[in-house]
């Protein structure tokens, strides 16, 4: 059965730069034929979809956030990350990585983590 | 100030009809499919309903969805105390060229 974990610093400095890994367990993100994503929630807010990526190395962000954001896979690992560079209080938020169901990232997620808070503060 | 908007709550009491309804606009919910979740704080998000009104295997079919030009509904039979949720629906956005959520609707069983 497919498990995604999220983990990473849980607290980040305003200007610091934001990391998070998404472990996979139960599949492979070097050989199934999926893209893997990242997702946010604010507090009090609505999702909003970060960026997609798939192990072939082609990435898609959300314009609102293209200019701060990678995604990135470590195949090795079974791992994909997310960096979020410039952080300010708005990218405070509960941050979930997810799997898609197919080889675009237009295919809906199918597999989620169970989310991971990080706050920024000083 | 999610791009397809949902009520923020609804309610029900055990066995009766409930449904939730998600607006959107033409570049996503109006030629695109949406996208079901049933959400427990703490918890991975679960899919409900995909392409618009098709359940995933393990699902009740107490849940059912619905799409007509830039709506769309998921509607929950039988209503039952597992079911207080939160619920969010999803579609891709042409113009966006990625995804688009709802703000989420929180359902209480009285």
């Known amino acids: 059965q497919l498990q995604l974990q999220e983990s990473g610093a849980g607290l980040v400095k305003p200007s610091e730069t934001l990391s998070l890994i998404c472990t996979v367990s139960?599949?492979?993100?070097?050989?199934?034929?999926?893209?893997w994503g990242w997702i946010r929630q604010a507090p009090g807010k609505g999702l909003e979809w970060i960026g997609s990526m798939y192990y072939g190395g082609s990435t898609h962000y959300n314009p609102s956030l293209k200019s701060r954001v990678t995604v990135s896979a470590d195949t090795s690992k079974n791992q994909f990350s997310l960096k979020v560079s410039s952080v300010t209080a708005a990218d405070t938020a509960v941050y979930y990585c997810?799997?898609?169901?197919?080889?675009?990232?237009?295919?809906?997620?199918?597999?989620w983590g169970q989310g991971t808070l990080v706050t920024v503060s000083s | 100030q999610s791009v397809l908007t949902q009520p923020p709550s609804a309610s029900g009491t055990p066995g009766q009809r409930v449904t939730i309804s998600c607006s959107g606009s033409?570049?996503?919910?109006?030629?695109?499919?949406v996208y079901w979740y049933q959400h427990l704080p703490g918890t991975a998000p679960k899919l409900l309903i995909y392409r618009s009104n098709q359940r995933p295997s393990g699902v009740p079919d107490r849940f059912s969805g619905s799409k007509s030009g830039t709506s769309a509904s998921l509607a929950i039979s039988g209503l039952r105390s597992e079911d207080e949720a939160d619920y969010f629906c999803?579609?891709?956005?042409?113009?966006?060229?990625?995804?688009?959520f709802g703000g989420g609707t929180k359902l209480t069983v009285l």
């Open positions: 997810a799997r898609h169901e197919g080889t675009t990232v237009s295919t809906w997620f199918d597999s």
């Open positions: 033409s570049s996503n919910i109006g030629s695109n499919y």
């Open positions: 999803a579609a891709w956005d042409d113009s966006l060229s990625g995804w688009v």
């Open positions: 139960g599949g492979s993100i070097g050989t199934t034929r999926h893209y």
